[in-house]
């Protein structure tokens, strides 16, 4: 399986819509994204405006599929400008888990 973390930095006066715009996006992956196992977006114990995000994906190919959909260019468009920061973005394979654990995410 193929892991995405990415932390992102949120302008505080933008906190609301850019949230409202993740779960768009994270909701879209789950339910249009065969591949997309996993997508879950957590709030920052102590800013609330960092989110980090963990997406599990099928193989990176799946991961790269996910940029080209359209509530992801749609999630990119609306919140461009509501970032603090540049998106840190890490990605790698499974270690544990084995990969016949996964199932797809509800």
Not at 46 to 72: G, I, S
Not at 77 to 106: N, Y
């Amino acid at each position: 399986m193929f892991a995405v973390i990415v932390k992102v930095q949120i302008k505080p006066e933008h906190r609301d819509e850019f949230i409202e715009e993740m779960f768009a996006d994270g909701r879209g992956s789950v339910d249009n994204e065969p591949d997309c196992l996993l997508f879950n977006i957590v709030e920052d114990g102590e800013d609330p405006n960092k989110l980090h995000l963990y997406e599990v994906y099928k193989d990176a190919e799946a991961f790269e599929k996910h940029t080209t959909m359209p509530h992801f260019t749609k999630w990119v468009e609306a919140t461009k400008d509501w970032l603090a920061a540049p998106l840190d973005i890490s990605t790698g394979s499974h270690l544990f888990p084995d990969d016949a654990v996964w199932t797809k995410q509800a």
